[in-house]
């Protein structure tokens, strides 16, 4: 009889995003230790493991179909390295950017838990405190695996928009979208990311359509 871990595999394979966000629950500490111990003196306040972790989850999503190994380890093992390829590209971005004359600012990496923690809020429409529902650390690594599952663009206008604070026109500026279209996205990526979190998670919202 198949493991519930193989069931999920298998789900996850067929596209189930919820059985992936799932998986990807089970490693996300190991995972996000591992690139913190990578994560230098020299690289310390330049980049973080939030960052890191965003763009492998991302990756890992899209190729999960490629995944033929059987077994936790052996799914962590493809994890990690999705996460240190992903470390390596920033380190190598980083460095590049340092070299740059056009570079007119120093990159700085932020702690990304109260924005993971303010969007869970802001899903839940009373505004109910995500540790009654999810834990502290829990409720940041279960807003991040969910994030991850979002189909492009959509996970890129929500990260825009609520992890890192940028307005809507400066999102439409960069995706080289209208206002109106960057609006939809985010609504649909919101709807989506609360969906995602009460099956992946047991994140339970009170009800309603979760604010832009």
């Known amino acids: 009889m198949p493991s519930s871990f193989d069931k999920l595999l298998d789900n996850a394979r067929r596209g189930d995003r919820v059985a992936m966000g799932r998986l990807l629950m089970l490693h996300d500490r190991r995972l996000r230790q591992r690139i913190s111990r990578k994560i230098g003196a020299d690289l310390q306040g330049v980049?973080?493991?939030?960052?890191?972790?965003?763009?492998?989850?991302?990756?890992?999503h899209r190729h999960i179909g490629r995944f033929n190994s059987q077994g936790p380890q052996a799914f962590y093992n493809w994890l990690a390295r999705i996460a240190d390829h992903r470390f390596l590209?920033?380190?190598?971005?980083?460095?590049?950017?340092?070299?740059?004359?056009?570079?007119?600012?120093?990159?700085?990496?932020?702690?990304?838990?109260?924005?993971?923690?303010?969007?869970?809020?802001?899903?839940?429409?009373?505004?109910?405190?995500?540790?009654?529902?999810?834990?502290?650390?829990e409720a940041v690594q279960a807003m991040q695996v969910a994030l991850a599952s979002?189909?492009?663009p959509c996970r890129r206008a929500v990260w825009m928009r609520h992890i890192e604070g940028k307005s809507v026109k400066?999102?439409?500026a960069v995706m080289g979208r209208s206002?109106?279209?960057?609006?939809?996205?985010?609504?649909?990526?919101?709807?989506?990311?609360?969906?995602?979190?009460?099956s992946q998670s047991g994140f339970r919202p009170s009800g309603g359509h979760a604010s832009m």
Do not use: W
């Open 170 to 172: 400066e999102i439409a």
């Open 150 to 152: 979002l189909p492009e």
């Open 47 to 60: 980049l973080s493991a939030d960052d890191v972790l965003q763009e492998a989850y991302t990756e890992a």
């Open 179 to 198: 206002v109106r279209a960057v609006h939809q996205l985010c609504y649909r990526g919101m709807l989506r990311l609360r969906e995602q979190m009460v």
């Open 89 to 137: 590209d920033a380190v190598k971005a980083l460095r590049a950017a340092k070299r740059s004359p056009r570079r007119s600012a120093r990159r700085v990496a932020v702690d990304r838990s109260s924005s993971f923690l303010g969007l869970a809020q802001l899903i839940d429409e009373k505004n109910r405190t995500p540790s009654k529902v999810i834990a502290g650390q």
